[in-house]
């Protein structure tokens, strides 16, 4: 099984200002990788797919980055809406078997 | 787009059986896509169930396959989830989800299913 570990656990950032999260995989998942978004009470949002690639409607400042084990989302200028809890998630075997990350939640400092 | 719903029972005592529905809209079950069950404990991270394609080929996470049964219903363009001999750890919002590529494009707004007697 894959293990997906993200850090850190909570981040504290000013509105403005950039954040980085990470997402470790216990082995290579090549860029069969996503980030989702998740504010309280509300489904997962995807963000990014493919490492890299932005989801339908997603603004630019969501980036991601990283290949292989090691993988960076990075919101570039923090919006109030962007407050929430981040998780990735590998499919690198898909369609049999799809691990999360236990989250990162991003608060505002 | 694609458009999910769950629906089912919000109580469900141990040792029974949890039966979810998901009904579609926007999209045929019987086109290429695959159609999925994650579920997320309360204050906890998001864990996959299992998945369907639209051929009716399943695929289960290993840790629930001896209790998971995913099936299409194409009649009612929809798909379900039941989950067998639950236990107060099965207590967690569900979500359907559907996806082409590996990734969760799109999501139901969840249903919260408590385990208790």
């Known amino acids: 099984e894959i293990v997906m570990t993200q850090s850190p656990a909570t981040l504290s950032v000013s509105p403005g200002e950039r954040a980085t999260l990470s997402c470790r995989a216990s082995q290579s998942v090549s860029t069969n990788l996503a980030w989702y978004q998740q504010k309280p009470g509300q489904a997962p949002r995807p963000l990014i797919y493919?490492?890299?690639t932005r989801a339908t409607g997603i603004p630019a400042r969501f980036s991601g980055s990283g290949s292989g084990t090691e993988f960076t989302l990075t919101i570039s200028s923090l919006q109030s809406e962007d407050f929430a809890v981040y998780y990735c998630?590998?499919?690198?075997?898909?369609?049999?078997?799809?691990?999360f990350g236990q989250g990162t939640k991003l608060e505002i400092k | 787009q694609v458009q999910l719903q769950e629906s089912g029972p919000g109580l469900v005592k141990p040792s029974e059986t949890l039966s979810l529905t998901c009904a579609v809209s926007?999209?045929?079950?019987?086109?290429?896509?695959?159609w999925a069950w994650i579920r997320q404990p309360p204050g906890k991270g998001l864990e996959w169930i299992g998945s369907i394609y639209h051929n009716g080929n399943t695929y289960y996470n290993p840790s629930l396959k001896s209790r998971v049964t995913i099936s299409l219903d194409t009649s009612k363009n929809q798909f379900s989830l039941k989950l067998s001999s639950v236990t107060a750890a099965d207590t967690a919002v569900y979500y359907c989800a559907s996806y082409t590529g590996g990734w969760m494009a799109y999501w139901g707004q969840g249903t919260l299913v408590t385990v208790s007697s």
């Open positions: 926007g999209y045929s079950i019987s086109s290429t896509y695959y």
């Open positions: 493919g490492a890299s």
């Open positions: 998630q590998q499919y690198n075997h898909w369609p049999s078997v799809y691990t």
